[in-house]
């Protein structure tokens, strides 16, 4: 999972202002008590970062995948 398609799934997921706050200040047991934005700057790969918010919010299971990204437009 590229940056990008991480943020699509978490504005997808969350909404993207919430999904900006969640990251921003959600720290993520997974992930060490960091945040998201943190443990992205500290090279933690983007499926593991979409993959604690998915656990710590309770996302179901089928939807960890994420939203696929759009096509690209001609």
Do not use: Q
């Not at 943020?7 to 999904?19: L, M």
């Not at 933690?44 to 696929?68: F, K, S």
């Amino acid at each position: 999972m590229k940056n990008s398609e991480l943020r699509h799934a978490i504005a997808a997921e969350f909404g993207a202002g919430y999904g900006g706050v969640l990251m921003r200040d959600l720290a993520l047991r997974d992930l060490d008590g960091r945040t998201g934005d943190e443990a992205l700057s500290a090279g933690v790969p983007a499926r593991d970062v979409w993959l604690a918010l998915c656990r710590e919010n309770e996302v179901p299971r089928e939807r960890w995948d994420g939203v696929r990204l759009p096509a690209p437009r001609d």
